[in-house]
């Protein structure tokens, strides 16, 4: 009778530990796929609401147009909040979708925004509206570029005319040359400045390489001061 009692006693015993087991390996494996989906809900509602700023920024823009412009931007504006929509709903039924089908949602989602994201960088480069804008946020972005780049470079002037004269030869030589890149820098963008709106990005990718050879120019000469 005790034996029996026994075998039934770690039978139970056996039973409860390996539910317990059983149920802690089915949580851990349940977890990751939801915490996945978690993430990349996040990062889709991310990308919407940068998308919603962007088209309540647009649509101000439109707004304060002149008429003849307005009329011909409006429906464009409203084509590009009904694809936002259509994001949104995207997102929605992938949020209330089982953890064995929202996975086969995602493309559906990300095709809808890209889309709606497309046609609102159609609007933007379409319209004077707002090319106009593009042009001088990114000469006041290069000119103030200029003018921190400015205050670096005297800083740097000031270390060098401490140095070692053994080191100072060669970096007076280095800062002359990251000079050379500054003024070049500069001169593209008043070219940029002077161009038209159908015309300026053609010289943008110039300007960004030059402005980049003045960067890395700047920071290999500060390693060398350190």
Do not use: C, H
């Amino acid at each position: 009778m005790k034996k029996v009692a026994m075998v039934l006693l770690f039978s139970f015993a056996f039973f409860a530990v390996f539910g317990s087991l059983a149920k802690a390996a089915a949580q851990k494996t349940s977890t990751p796929p939801q915490n996945e989906k978690n993430k990349y809900v996040k990062k889709a509602e991310a990308k919407l609401m940068e998308l919603q700023k962007k088209i309540n920024a647009a649509e101000n823009k439109v707004m304060k147009a002149e008429a003849k412009e307005k009329s011909a931007l409006e429906p464009k504006i409203k084509d590009l909040k009904t694809m936002k929509a259509d994001a949104d709903k995207a997102l929605d039924d992938l949020k209330k979708a089982g953890a064995d089908k929202w996975k086969g949602m995602e493309a559906k989602v990300d095709e809808s925004i890209d889309a709606a994201q497309k046609d609102y960088d159609g609007l933007i480069s379409s319209s004077k509206v707002f090319a106009q804008e593009e042009k001088n946020e990114f000469q006041e972005d290069m000119d103030q570029l200029l003018k921190d780049y400015d205050k670096k470079i005297s800083q740097l002037d000031a270390s060098i005319s401490k140095a070692k004269s053994e080191q100072k030869a060669k970096m007076e030589t280095e800062l002359k040359d990251l000079k050379a890149k500054r003024a070049e820098t500069q001169k593209k963008l008043d070219k940029i400045k002077a161009a038209s709106l159908e015309t300026w990005k053609t010289l943008k990718a110039d300007i960004e390489k030059t402005k980049q050879d003045m960067i890395s120019e700047y920071d290999k000469l500060v390693n060398e001061i350190k």
